[in-house]
């Protein structure tokens, strides 16, 4: 692939820096595309971030507003990446009304989340840099009495969970792939 040639990107301006820009775009998204199958890889380095993130927060002992945002938005986009992109209900109303017609239908309907995988991690990826960006500057580093943040964070986790968690019971859905039988390819 030729990054250099990005004349009809940019609709044949010869401007350097709009070329440099789309030069930077391309490769930008080149690099994305070749981690987008290495999911392991890309989970530990999210790991490893939020761990440095973490350990700059402990040491620093400030910031604590960034980290309750970033955990806040990290709980965010956990909930839209359990939950399912159509509403369960209306399909179950839409069930009962082929169960009232007599025309039950068996077909599989796959579960399809709301915020994919990928974009997952990219969302708390580019979070999690922006956070350890912004810990860098004194500015940002607003005084909090940091256990309650911790408390009220503690708090809206578990009822946030345990409301997804009676959504995915009452509509007998797994949004995970842990404990799912999986085909392996047969050769004959």
Sequence with gaps: MDYDSSDTMNGG????????????????????????????????????????????????????VICYGLGLFLLNQFLAFLTPKFDMSLQQDEENNELEAGEKSEEFRPFIRRLPEFKFWYNSIRATVISLLLSLFSIFDIPVFWPILLMYFILLFFLTMRRQIQHMIKYRYIPLDIGKKKYSHSSN
């Design 13 to 64: 301006s010869s401007n350097p820096l709009i070329t440099k820009m789309n030069t930077m775009k391309l490769l930008y998204q080149h690099y994305l595309d070749k981690v987008t199958p290495h999911a392991k890889e890309r989970w530990a380095v999210l790991g490893g971030l939020l761990c440095l993130f973490m350990v700059r927060i402990t040491m620093a002992e400030g910031w604590y």
